[in-house]
C-alpha cells in the first residue's frame, strides 16, 4: 500500500502571503494519479486538482500542482480567507490511500 | 439538483451489522463509479470501499476487508454499504462519493454531507 505524508501538518499564514504544501509517497506515484482536495470545518471536502496539476471545475487559478515520482506540491499564490481549511492529496490508482492532511491557518 | 445524500448512520453496539445508503440525483446514475471515504471524529480522510459503474471493479481498505460489502442498485440510484462486525474504531461519519474521469486522471467530484455511524456499547 501506498503511503502518502503530508507536511507540515500545519502552516501558518496571512492572506495574501504563498502557501506550499507538499504531499510525499512512499513509491512512485503516477502524476495522472495525484489529487488535491479541501476541507472545510462541517464541509465534505471538495476536488481541488487531479492529474496532480488539473484544476477541478470552479477552482480559481491561484491553486497550481506540480511534482512526479514520490513528490507532489499544491501551491496557492495569494491567500484569500476562504482558503483557509485542511488539504488531503489522494493517490487514485492501484489504491486509493489519503495523506493525513495539512490544516492551513491564519496567522 | 445533481447531489448525493446518504443514510443509515446509527449508534450500535460492537459486533452489530448496519447499512448505509447513498441516493444520487441530479445525473446518470448508471455512467459513474462511486466509493465510500470516512472521516472518525478530529481526524483525517480514510478510503473504505470502492465499486466501478457496471457493479465491477470492487475493493476494500484493509481495515474493513470481509467485514464491509459495497453494492449498488441502478433502479433505486442507490450505493450501499453493508458494515458487518462493527468494531469501535469504525466510529466514523461515512461519505459517499462520485467518480470523475478526464483523460487518463480520475477523482472524485461529489460528495455527500456523510452519515455518522457511532459503535459503542
Known amino acids: 500500500e501506498i503511503v502518502l505524508t503530508q507536511s507540515p501538518g500545519t502552516l501558518s499564514l496571512s492572506p495574501g502571503e504563498r502557501a506550499t504544501l507538499s504531499c510525499r509517497a512512499s513509491q512512485s506515484v503516477s502524476s495522472s494519479d495525484l489529487v488535491w482536495y479541501q476541507q472545510k470545518p462541517g464541509q465534505a471536502p471538495r476536488p481541488l486538482l487531479y492529474?496532480?496539476?488539473n484544476r477541478a471545475t470552479g477552482i480559481p487559478d491561484r491553486f497550481s500542482g506540480s511534482g512526479s515520482g514520490t513528490d507532489f506540491t499544491l501551491t496557492i499564490s495569494r491567500l484569500e480567507p476562504e482558503d483557509f481549511a485542511v488539504y488531503y492529496c489522494q493517490q487514485y490508482g492501484s489504491s486509493f490511500t489519503f495523506g493525513q492532511g495539512t490544516k492551513l491557518e491564519i496567522k | 439538483e445533481v447531489q448525493l445524500v446518504e443514510s443509515g448512520g446509527d449508534l450500535v453496539q460492537p459486533g452489530r451489522s448496519l447499512r448505509l445508503s447513498c441516493t444520487a440525483s441530479?445525473?446518470?446514475?448508471?455512467?459513474?463509479?462511486f466509493h465510500w471515504v470516512r472521516q472518525a471524529p478530529g481526524k483525517g480522510l480514510e478510503w473504505v470501499s470502492r465499486?466501478?459503474?457496471?457493479?465491477?471493479?470492487?475493493a476494500y481498505a484493509d481495515s474493513v476487508k470481509g467485514r464491509f460489502t459495497i453494492s449498488r442498485d441502478s433502479g433505486k440510484k442507490s450505493l450501499y454499504l453493508q458494515m458487518n462486525s462493527l468494531r469501535t474504531e469504525d466510529t466514523a461519519l461515512y461519505y459517499c462519493?462520485?467518480?470523475?474521469?478526464?483523460?487518463?486522471?480520475?477523482?472524485?467530484?461529489?460528495w455527500g454531507r456523510g452519515t455518522l455511524v457511532t459503535v459503542s456499547s
Open positions: 465499486i466501478g459503474w457496471n457493479g465491477g471493479t470492487i
Open positions: 462519493a462520485k467518480v470523475s474521469c478526464s483523460a487518463s486522471s480520475c477523482f472524485l467530484d461529489l
Open positions: 441530479g445525473f446518470i446514475f448508471d455512467h459513474y463509479g
Open positions: 492529474g496532480a496539476s
